[in-house]
């Protein structure tokens, strides 16, 4: 079994940082790319950026320059930086990673989420 666990969502003002961080345990071989979401209320759920196992990043338009995803591969824990909040930030941030168990099954796994209020 594969558990993703999310923190660092919080209330901040417009400006503001935060980081959150998602932490990936139990019957893992290998994680390959790594990503957060986000669902704002009324609204799907969007992907905000991703990171390979390589190191390579991508981002949704609206969040380049501001936000930094990141990952620790000896840690299996990847973050999200995020600078220059505004209240379109505001959302449940979802943690996702791609991970093949020791059985070499593949898994396309989630977090809880956490929860991410942009406001003044």
């Known amino acids: 079994q594969v558990q993703l666990v999310e923190s660092g969502g919080g209330l901040v003002q417009p400006g503001w940082s935060l980081r959150l961080s998602c932490v990936v345990s139990?019957?893992?071989?290998?994680?390959?790319?790594m990503a957060w979401y986000r669902q704002a209320p009324g609204k799907q759920r969007s992907l905000v950026a991703t990171?390979?196992?390589?190191?390579?990043?991508d981002y949704l338009y609206s969040v380049k320059g501001r936000f930094t995803i990141s990952r620790d591969n000896a840690k299996n824990t990847v973050y999200l930086q995020m600078n220059s909040l505004k209240p379109e930030d505001t959302a449940v941030y979802y943690c996702?990673?791609?991970?093949?168990?020791?059985?070499?099954?593949?898994?396309?796994?989630w977090g809880q989420g956490t929860l991410v209020i942009v406001s003044s």
């Open positions: 990171v390979t196992k390589g190191g390579s990043t």
């Open positions: 139990g019957s893992i071989f290998s994680i390959y790319d």
């Open positions: 996702n990673a791609r991970i093949r168990t020791p059985l070499f099954a593949d898994l396309d796994a």
